[in-house]
């Protein structure tokens, strides 16, 4: 779907299909450079991660191994609770993997500050974090992450893998949605 096909849900087009598409292929570069001449395993987060790590892949120019994990980070609300279960796990032993976890977004990092320890207790050679976005005002943990697409204001945000109520994740722009939607 384009911005036209959702234009009454939306507040504004936060970064348009090429703009992303531009991003992830400096990301892309960054990782050919640092990983080359090591076999690296990339991690994708169901169900958020699907897009980047499509497009991700392709614009690799080194071979990478692929495989995924779905983890539910949020009780009921739409606040993570830190609490969290893992509803897939990966097919693939990470014992002296080089690992790249790929995500859509990192809001308070709790998500992603438990699976990083939980990938880590399986031994990896190393283990990084690939984020296509980050909200910095709604960080409740530190966490350290490599490769980061743009740092975003605290909005709601949908498309391009991300999700409202399961809506709007087919969407290949990131827009902000409109309050009268989720209000
Ligand atoms: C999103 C996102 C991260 C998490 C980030 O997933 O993909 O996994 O929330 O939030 P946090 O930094 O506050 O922990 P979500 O639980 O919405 O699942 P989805 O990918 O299936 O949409």
Same mark, same amino acid.
């Given at each position: 779907?384009? *911005? ?6 939306? /507040? ?9 598409? @531009?991003?992830?292929?400096? !990301?892309? =570069? ?6 080359? @001449? ?5 991690? &994708? ?8 790590? #499509? ?16 983890? *539910?980070?949020? &009780?009921? $609300? ?28 990192? =809001?308070? $990092?709790?998500? !992603?500050?438990?699976? /990083? ?5 399986? @031994?990896? #050679? ?6 296509? !976005? ?14 980061? &697409? ?5 909005? %709601? ?6 999700? %409202? ?7 290949? %722009? ?10």
């Amino acid at each position: 779907m384009e *911005s036209n096909d959702v234009q009454a849900d939306l /507040k504004h087009v936060l970064y348009t299909r090429e703009q992303i598409e @531009g991003r992830v292929r400096e !990301l892309a =570069d960054e990782i050919d450079r640092d990983y080359e @001449g090591r076999d690296l395993l990339i991690v &994708g987060v169901l169900k958020g991660a699907v897009m980047i790590m #499509a497009d991700l892949a392709r614009a690799l120019h080194s071979h990478v191994t692929m495989d995924w994990m779905a983890v *539910s980070s949020y &009780g009921s $609300g739409t606040q993570s609770s830190g609490v969290v279960r893992i509803l897939k796990d990966l097919e693939t032993d990470l014992m002296g993997k080089h690992v790249l976890i790929v995500e859509d977004i990192i =809001d308070s $990092g709790l998500t !992603l500050s438990w699976l /990083k320890a939980n990938l880590q207790s399986r @031994g990896p #050679a190393s283990l990084e974090i690939c984020t296509l !976005l980050r909200k910095p005002e709604g960080a409740k943990v530190e966490i350290d992450v490599k490769y980061v &697409g743009y740092d975003i204001p605290n909005e %709601f945000v949908v498309g391009y893998g991300l999700d %409202f109520a399961e809506k709007y994740r087919n969407l290949d %722009f990131i827009g902000t949605l409109a309050p009268h939607i989720y209000e």
